[in-house]
């Protein structure tokens, strides 16, 4: 029995990475909207993820092999069983009838199998109360709804994967699994006055980075990866129309981290992550404090991008990049294949080197300042996230009064309000 528990365990914990990485971005854009901060909250939600993960596929798994005619081997699990209390008649059945500690409980494995769905959802309510805030009603919900799916997954044999169900429909399984979820959530009172506080950790880790190294670096992601997409199209819409193409991603980039932030006063992606840009002074900055800092910006992704474009624009005429499909088909190694190749490692660790010598400076530095900042002198301020905009909220025109303070910090000379998200 125990294999049976131990391969969806091991199962989860493969899919896991994958489907982490994937959630990565959006779930650090919502993290970052709604909290200010990540650390605990994504160490938190993701926690819960492979709970989840963990409980489906305990749900799903083992699944029966391909040549297996599960409408012969499992015929009985086709009819779902909807009346409740059939899990009294297993446990007496696999007591043989015998009223002893050890048939009705210790060795019955009607019973142990009921345990371990009581089990499987006690960490959801737990989950759900100190994670989430919910109470017993909205817990109850969530817990009969996952609960359900379970069942419904078994008794419909997958949706419809299998041709017949291999597990049973058992409203007594629900139940059950309510049940467990329910007694989580009452475990969580307790257990939650023993954890810490997450908004009082935020708050800490506010107070020494009004904006963290974290929030920056995905927006600048969604930034980069959203002007490698523009430049992309455009570079392929000049090739149809047979124009030049190496001006293309500097016009974007130039869109996109100067003229975007001089209308509006910050990035897409910075905006979607609740940051604005300022200057020294706290207002928005000028278009050469913006251009001097998307150049100086721009440095770590230069060196790949010099020869990717020399490549595409040169290689369009002179036939390069058929010269170097046929040689790669043939699996030929020359003195251009092997000049090629060393020149793309090298701009590879060019740019890599730069990305570490910003991110050590910012990590270094008492405001969290980079390179491209303390050139340009234009910063990030952090906008109110969610749960601050809702704490503390303007009662009249009067209450906002003077600038804001650059970067987050204080400032003895004006009282600043929230904006709302």
């Not at 131990?6 to 914990?13: F, K």
């Not at 369009?316 to 010269?323: E, F, K, N, S």
């Not at 740019?351 to 530095?365: E, G």
């Amino acid at each position: 029995m125990a294999d049976a528990y131990l391969l969806p365990i091991r199962t989860a914990a493969v899919l896991f990475p994958l489907l982490a990485f994937l959630l990565l971005v959006p779930v650090a854009v919502v993290l970052y909207r709604r909290h200010g901060v990540l650390r605990w909250w994504a160490l938190s939600f993701y926690a819960f993820l492979y709970y989840l993960i963990t409980s489906y596929c305990l749900v799903l798994m083992p699944l029966p092999a391909a040549s297996l005619d599960v409408c012969r081997e499992y015929p009985l699990m086709g009819t779902w069983q909807l009346m409740p209390g059939n899990t009294f008649r297993d446990v007496w059945k696999e007591a043989h009838h015998r009223v002893t500690f050890g048939d009705l409980v210790l060795h019955n494995s009607a019973v142990i199998e009921t345990g371990f769905n009581l089990l499987l959802l006690l960490p959801l309510g737990f989950f759900l109360r100190y994670l989430f805030r919910r109470g017993p009603a909205a817990t109850l919900a969530v817990a009969a709804g996952v609960a359900l799916s379970f069942e419904v997954t078994q008794g419909t044999a997958v949706f419809g994967v299998y041709e017949c169900p291999y597990r049973l429909f058992d409203v007594d399984d629900l139940a059950v699994n309510v049940l467990g979820a329910m007694l989580g959530w009452a475990m969580g009172g307790p257990l939650s006055r023993l954890l810490p506080e997450l908004a009082t950790l935020d708050g800490q880790v506010l107070a020494r980075h009004p904006v963290p190294f974290g929030r920056r670096a995905v927006a600048l992601l969604i930034d980069i990866s959203a002007t490698g997409v523009f430049s992309a199209f455009g570079a392929l819409v000049a090739l149809v129309l047979g124009v030049p193409m190496w001006w293309i991603p500097f016009v974007v980039f130039a869109a996109w981290f100067v003229a975007l932030p001089v209308l509006t006063g910050a990035t897409p992606g910075k905006r979607l992550l609740l940051l604005e840009l300022v200057d020294d002074a706290g207002r928005r900055p000028v278009a050469w404090r913006l251009l001097l800092r998307a150049v100086v910006l721009a440095l770590p992704f230069l060196p790949p991008l010099a020869p990717l474009l020399l490549v595409l624009e040169v290689g369009a005429d002179a036939g390069v990049l058929r010269d170097v499909a046929r040689v790669a088909r043939a699996g030929e190694i020359n003195g251009d294949v092997l000049l090629a190749v060393g020149f793309a490692a090298v701009a590879g660790f060019a740019s890599l080197l730069f990305v570490f010598l910003y991110a050590l400076v910012v990590r270094l530095h008492p405001r969290d300042r980079s390179v491209h900042e303390l050139v340009s002198g234009v910063t990030n301020r952090a906008l109110p996230h969610h749960n601050a905009a809702l704490a503390v909220r303007p009662e009249s025109p009067q209450d906002v009064v003077g600038p804001r303070p650059v970067g987050g910090e204080p400032d003895s000379k004006a009282t600043t309000s929230p904006r709302s998200s």
